[in-house]
Every structure is written in structure tokens, then in C-alpha cells.
């Protein structure tokens, strides 16, 4: 073997899996097609539970120092408000997506993540140990073998189409054209989605200088695989806006749909998908970049499991079972978005109408909760209200002195956490103790705060997967040892003989 793991691209999803593997003490090469990064940018943010996730690895400073945080954020356009209670890092980072990259590759640099450019998959075999991966590069064609091979390519996914899986959705129903250029003659700070007949457009400050144009057509569907250009974004802006603002001097110039698909399987036996090779969607709301950094923290630490051959296979099946729901969700909300968006009477009394109802508290609260995936819960067994969601960064004390929970999980390790200091325990974990980081503490809150559940008595005892999910959590009371076993069997491996 090579490698254990080959990731395809080097995108955020398959930069932040790299890292995740590394952590995990797995050899891993990620290939890239591009000689280099381009500096170009479609997301321009991160919501909570990617900042999270972050903060649980303990490189969120970096990205706090590189981007704004942004008190509000949006459903189609329409405004939402954020609430501190929920995360303690309650609001959107509005980041470049390019920054995000170079970030994560300097993350993953530092962890011994090997990044191999100029090199594209353009073939794939597999067999019972592992899968032979082709790579066209700027000299000879060349092949790696790994263990496993992680299909992070994007939308237009080689390896999802190498492997044969399908790609099941609906098709664009409309164009955006997409530019950063300067606007000269803008009379104000910015334009916010403004709608008119046949479309919409909004003309945003990026960074100081430039603007982020955007022109909605939904009259004509543009053939995806036709270049878009700076005076198609002129002719449209003039079409929708009346002028062109002076525009010039484009960065870069992209276009975009509402076509919503995704992968009928994450995983084909030793070939799996996350990012957008998994699933695409209208990019309302911003959530691609997020849903794919998440799908790497929810699939690195179960490869690195099975590559270390501590847990079964199958424990890769947990990955799309969880994680196919969760973009399923995402594909459905941007559906909805889309559809909010289109020109017409009728859609301007219905965004009328939704958004009087979006000052009401619960539904921004649900609204919010869905565009950030604070409120996702996987369908792990168990009865306790915080079993599948993700912990809350509360406040601890141990006898080494103050820390969080995501302190605790910076090492990307399972971590049994005991607020009671039972015996029991303690001594049903031993047989994981290589593993599994028991950690005993004292909650500086009694009670806890769960996106939309509401508040929880602090619990006795959980075990956090290293995704920062819960697997496992008791109450007051005797803990159900039986069951803490069960969890640590299905998501550890099976205890190692004494
Ligand atoms: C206008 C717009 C705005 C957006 N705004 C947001 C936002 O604010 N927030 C958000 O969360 N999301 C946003 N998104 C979505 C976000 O950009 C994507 O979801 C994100 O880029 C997906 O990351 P990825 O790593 O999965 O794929 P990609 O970023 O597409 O990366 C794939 C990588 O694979 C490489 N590659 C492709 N084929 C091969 C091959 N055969 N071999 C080797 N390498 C290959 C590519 O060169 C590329 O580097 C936006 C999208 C658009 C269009």
C-alpha cells in the first residue's frame, strides 16, 4: 500500500478529512487536480456548528482572525436573527472560502497531511484490500494504492462516477451569474437581494474595493458546461438593475442553479463520497461548505477506526446513514429557498407572508436551527434527550483546574465523560481504556442548553464521539452500565481482552 487513504480533492470537505485522519494517527494523500489554488471563492461564510467543530479541534482562533462575525443571517433573503443561548458561537463568520482552504491546508501541513497537486483521478479499481487509484499528473500517468479511497471532488465528482453511483435530484430551474468586480457608481454600502420582474440581484462588499455581484435569471436555464462571461454579468445586471453600476475590473466571473441532487450511496465498499461529490443544491442560506466540513468530521474518526482495524467495516455505514438524512434536509430547505425566490406577485405575497412569520421566536428559532445544523440528531438507541445530538460546550471542573467540553476533544479521541464520579463507570469502560479518554469533572451549570429542545438537568455521565455527538448519556441515578457498554462496542470496537 502507499497510503491508507487517498482523498480526491482538495477542497474545504477534503482538506478538513485529511486533518481528521491525521489526528487520528492515519497515513493519508490527498490529490488534486489544480496545480495550484485559485483564489476564487463561492462561500463567503460558516455557521455555528462548523465554527464548533472547529473550536472542538482548537484552530477556531485562526479562522476567527481571518473573517467578521456577522450578527444576523438569512432564509432566502430574508432576515434571521441569532441567539446567543444555543452555541457560544451564536453567529455566522463571514470568511472566504479560499481563506478557509489555505487555513485548513496549513492545519493539515502541520498534522503531515501530504498534498499531491496536479493530479487528477481519472480511474479506479477495487478489490477485497484495497483500491488501485489512476492519477493523470503534468508528467506520466501514475497509480496509488490505499486502503480506501474518499471521493471529495465536488459536484461534478469523477469518483462518484467512476464508482457508478447515481445521482438522483432535480434540474436547475434557473441561472445566477456570480462576480467580484468593482462598482464604481453604487449609491450605497450595498445592495441586498433586490427583486424585480424576471429576477433578482444584490451587489454586496466583500472585502474593501470589491463587490460580490449576483444577477438571478429565471427565464432562461444556461447550459452548465458554457463558460459564463464578465458582459454576460454586465447585460444581466443591466437587464434586472437598469444600469450597470460602472462595474469593472472582475476577479472572477462564475454562474450557479437551483439543481438539487445527491448520491443514492455514500459508499460503494472501499469508495466513499462526502462534499459536494455527495450532494448539490442551491447555495441559499450557505450551508454546502458547512454540511461538507461536517460530513469529515463525521466520517474521519470511523475510517480511521476500521483502517486501524479497531472496528468493524460496517461502522462505515453508520456515515451514510447519517449523514445521507442530513442533506437530504439541506437539499429539501434550499428547494424551499428557491422557490421563495422566484419573480412574480405571487411569490412576493408569500415571502410577504413568511416573513411575518419569521418574527415569531419558534420559527426562527427552527428556521435558525436548520441553516446552522445546531439542532441535527443522529438515530443513535437510547433514551435520553441529548443521545444523537451534538454536546454542548458547557463549562467543567476537574481536579487539573477549568476547561469545556470541547477542550476535551481536541485530540478527535472518544471521551467518556463521568460528572459524578461513579465507579461503575469508570469500570465498565476499562476494557476501551486504549481508546477512550475517561475524564472526570463537575458541570459549572446545573442545567444545559439544547437548540430547539430547550434546557436539560446537566447530566450524570455521556460518552462523546469524536464527531462531538453524543452516544451515549445517563441522568441521575444508576447509570445503565449495560448500555454504556453497547454504545462503546458499536462506536469503539469491541473491548480489548484482559
Ligand atoms: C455562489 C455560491 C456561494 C456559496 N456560498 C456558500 C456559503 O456561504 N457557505 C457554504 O457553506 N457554502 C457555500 N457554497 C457552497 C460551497 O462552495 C461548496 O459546497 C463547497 O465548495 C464544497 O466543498 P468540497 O470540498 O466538497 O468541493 P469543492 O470545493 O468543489 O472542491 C473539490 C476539489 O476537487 C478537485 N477535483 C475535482 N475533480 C478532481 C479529480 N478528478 N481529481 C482530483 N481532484 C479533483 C477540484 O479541483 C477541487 O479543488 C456556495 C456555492 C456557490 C456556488
Same mark, same amino acid.
Not at 463520497?273 to 455527495?278: E, S, T, V
Not at 458547557?394 to 469545556?404: E, F, I, V, Y
Given at each position: 500500500?502507499?497510503?491508507?487513504?487517498?482523498?480526491?480533492?482538495?477542497?474545504? $470537505?477534503?482538506?478538513?478529512?485529511?486533518?481528521?485522519?491525521?489526528?487520528?494517527? !492515519?497515513?493519508?494523500?490527498?490529490?488534486?487536480?489544480?496545480?495550484?489554488?485559485?483564489?476564487?471563492?463561492?462561500?463567503?461564510?460558516?455557521?455555528?456548528? $462548523?465554527?464548533?467543530?472547529?473550536?472542538?479541534?482548537?484552530?477556531?482562533?485562526?479562522?476567527?482572525?481571518?473573517?467578521?462575525?456577522?450578527?444576523?443571517?438569512? @432564509?432566502?433573503?430574508?432576515?434571521?436573527? @441569532?441567539?446567543?443561548? =444555543?452555541?457560544?458561537?451564536?453567529?455566522?463568520?463571514?470568511?472566504?472560502?479560499?481563506?478557509?482552504?489555505?487555513?485548513?491546508?496549513?492545519?493539515?501541513?502541520?498534522?503531515?497531511?501530504?498534498?499531491?497537486?496536479?493530479?487528477?483521478? $481519472?480511474?479506479?479499481?477495487?478489490?477485497?484490500?484495497?483500491?488501485?487509484?489512476?492519477?493523470?499528473?503534468?508528467?506520466? /500517468?501514475?497509480?496509488?494504492?490505499?486502503? %480506501?479511497?474518499?471521493?471529495?471532488?465536488?459536484?461534478?465528482?469523477?469518483?462518484?462516477?467512476?464508482?457508478?453511483?447515481?445521482?438522483?435530484?432535480?434540474?436547475?430551474?434557473?441561472?445566477?451569474?456570480?462576480?467580484?468586480?468593482?462598482?464604481?457608481?453604487?449609491?450605497?454600502? %450595498?445592495?441586498?437581494?433586490?427583486?424585480?420582474?424576471?429576477?433578482?440581484?444584490?451587489?454586496?462588499?466583500? =472585502?474593501?474595493?470589491?463587490?460580490?455581484?449576483?444577477?438571478?435569471?429565471?427565464?432562461?436555464?444556461?447550459?452548465?458546461?458554457?463558460?459564463?462571461?464578465?458582459?454576460?454579468?454586465?447585460?444581466?445586471?443591466?437587464?434586472?438593475?437598469?444600469?450597470?453600476?460602472?462595474?469593472?475590473?472582475?476577479?472572477?466571473?462564475?454562474? @450557479?442553479?437551483?439543481?438539487?441532487?445527491?448520491?443514492?450511496?455514500?459508499?460503494?465498499?472501499?469508495?466513499?463520497?462526502?462534499?459536494?461529490?455527495?450532494?448539490?443544491? @442551491?447555495?441559499?442560506?450557505?450551508?454546502?461548505?458547512?454540511?461538507?466540513?461536517?460530513?469529515?468530521?463525521?466520517?474521519?474518526?470511523?475510517?480511521?477506526?476500521?483502517?486501524?482495524?479497531?472496528?468493524?467495516?460496517?461502522?462505515?455505514?453508520? %456515515?451514510?446513514? =447519517?449523514?445521507?438524512?442530513?442533506?437530504?434536509?439541506?437539499?429539501?430547505?434550499?428547494?424551499?429557498?428557491?422557490?421563495?425566490?422566484?419573480?412574480?406577485?405571487?411569490?412576493?405575497?408569500?415571502?410577504?407572508?413568511?416573513?411575518?412569520?419569521?418574527?415569531?421566536?419558534?420559527?426562527?428559532?427552527?428556521?435558525?436551527?436548520?441553516?446552522?445544523?445546531?439542532?441535527?440528531?443522529?438515530?443513535?438507541?437510547?433514551?435520553?434527550?441529548?443521545?444523537?445530538?451534538?454536546? /454542548?460546550?458547557?463549562?467543567?471542573? $476537574?481536579?487539573?483546574?477549568?476547561?469545556?467540553?470541547?477542550?476535551?476533544?481536541?485530540?478527535?479521541?472518544?471521551?467518556?465523560?463521568?460528572?459524578?464520579?461513579?465507579?461503575?463507570?469508570?469500570?465498565?469502560?476499562?476494557?476501551?481504556?486504549?481508546?477512550?479518554?475517561?475524564?472526570?469533572?463537575?458541570?459549572?451549570?446545573?442545567?444545559?442548553?439544547? /437548540? !430547539?429542545?430547550?434546557?436539560?438537568?446537566?447530566?450524570?455521565?455521556?460518552?462523546?464521539?469524536?464527531?462531538?455527538?453524543?452516544?451515549?448519556?445517563?441522568?441521575?441515578?444508576? /447509570?445503565?452500565?449495560? =448500555?454504556?457498554?453497547?454504545?462503546?462496542?458499536?462506536?469503539?470496537?469491541?473491548?480489548?481482552?484482559?
Amino acid at each position: 500500500m502507499d497510503t491508507d487513504v487517498v482523498i480526491a480533492g482538495a477542497g474545504p $470537505t477534503g482538506l478538513m478529512l485529511a486533518c481528521e485522519l491525521r489526528l487520528a494517527g !492515519v497515513d493519508v494523500v490527498v490529490v488534486e487536480r489544480l496545480a495550484e489554488r485559485t483564489g476564487e471563492s463561492r462561500a463567503g461564510g460558516m455557521h455555528s456548528r $462548523t465554527l464548533e467543530v472547529l473550536d472542538q479541534r482548537g484552530v477556531l482562533d485562526r479562522f476567527l482572525a481571518a473573517g467578521e462575525l456577522q450578527p444576523v443571517g438569512h @432564509f432566502s433573503g430574508l432576515w434571521l436573527d @441569532f441567539d446567543e443561548s =444555543e452555541s457560544r458561537h451564536p453567529y455566522p463568520l463571514m470568511i472566504l472560502q479560499n481563506v478557509i482552504e489555505r487555513l485548513l491546508e496549513e492545519w493539515g501541513t502541520e498534522l503531515g497531511v501530504r498534498v499531491r497537486r496536479s493530479s487528477e483521478v $481519472t480511474g479506479i479499481r477495487q478489490d477485497e484490500d484495497g483500491v488501485t487509484v489512476e492519477l493523470g499528473t503534468a508528467e506520466a /500517468p501514475e497509480t496509488l494504492r490505499a486502503r %480506501y479511497l474518499v471521493g471529495c471532488d465536488g459536484g461534478r465528482s469523477t469518483v462518484r462516477k467512476l464508482a457508478g453511483i447515481d445521482f438522483p435530484g432535480t434540474p436547475a430551474t434557473m441561472t445566477a451569474l456570480i462576480g467580484d468586480v468593482e462598482l464604481p457608481d453604487l449609491p450605497e454600502d %450595498y445592495v441586498w437581494v433586490r427583486r424585480v420582474p424576471g429576477g433578482d440581484f444584490s451587489a454586496i462588499a466583500f =472585502e474593501p474595493g470589491w463587490y460580490r455581484v449576483i444577477t438571478s435569471d429565471y427565464e432562461n436555464v444556461s447550459d452548465r458546461d458554457e463558460p459564463a462571461t464578465f458582459e454576460q454579468l454586465r447585460e444581466s445586471l443591466v437587464r434586472l438593475a437598469g444600469t450597470d453600476f460602472g462595474m469593472h475590473s472582475p476577479r472572477w466571473v462564475s454562474k @450557479f442553479g437551483d439543481a438539487a441532487r445527491q448520491a443514492a450511496q455514500y459508499r460503494d465498499g472501499r469508495v466513499l463520497l462526502a462534499g459536494d461529490a455527495a450532494h448539490i443544491h @442551491f447555495p441559499a442560506g450557505g450551508q454546502g461548505l458547512n454540511m461538507g466540513v461536517q460530513d469529515a468530521v463525521n466520517l474521519g474518526w470511523k475510517l480511521a477506526s476500521v483502517v486501524r482495524g479497531q472496528a468493524p467495516e460496517s461502522l462505515l455505514d453508520s %456515515y451514510h446513514d =447519517e449523514r445521507h438524512p442530513v442533506a437530504e434536509r439541506v437539499l429539501h430547505n434550499t428547494r424551499a429557498q428557491s422557490a421563495l425566490a422566484r419573480p412574480g406577485a405571487q411569490t412576493d405575497a408569500l415571502r410577504d407572508v413568511f416573513g411575518s412569520l419569521m418574527v415569531f421566536d419558534d420559527v426562527n428559532r427552527h428556521l435558525r436551527a436548520m441553516l446552522t445544523a445546531l439542532d441535527i440528531r443522529y438515530a443513535l438507541d437510547g433514551d435520553h434527550p441529548l443521545t444523537g445530538r451534538r454536546v /454542548p460546550d458547557a463549562d467543567l471542573k $476537574t481536579s487539573d483546574g477549568a476547561t469545556r467540553v470541547y477542550e476535551l476533544l481536541h485530540a478527535a479521541r472518544p471521551v467518556l465523560l463521568d460528572l459524578r464520579g461513579s465507579a461503575e463507570v469508570a469500570a465498565a469502560a476499562e476494557g476501551w481504556a486504549d481508546r477512550v479518554d475517561l475524564v472526570t469533572a463537575r458541570s459549572e451549570d446545573d442545567h444545559w442548553s439544547v /437548540p !430547539v429542545f430547550g434546557e436539560i438537568p446537566a447530566p450524570a455521565a455521556l460518552l462523546i464521539r469524536p464527531d462531538g455527538h453524543v452516544a451515549w448519556a445517563a441522568a441521575d441515578g444508576a /447509570p445503565d452500565t449495560a =448500555e454504556l457498554r453497547t454504545a462503546l462496542t458499536t462506536w469503539c470496537g469491541p473491548a480489548r481482552q484482559a
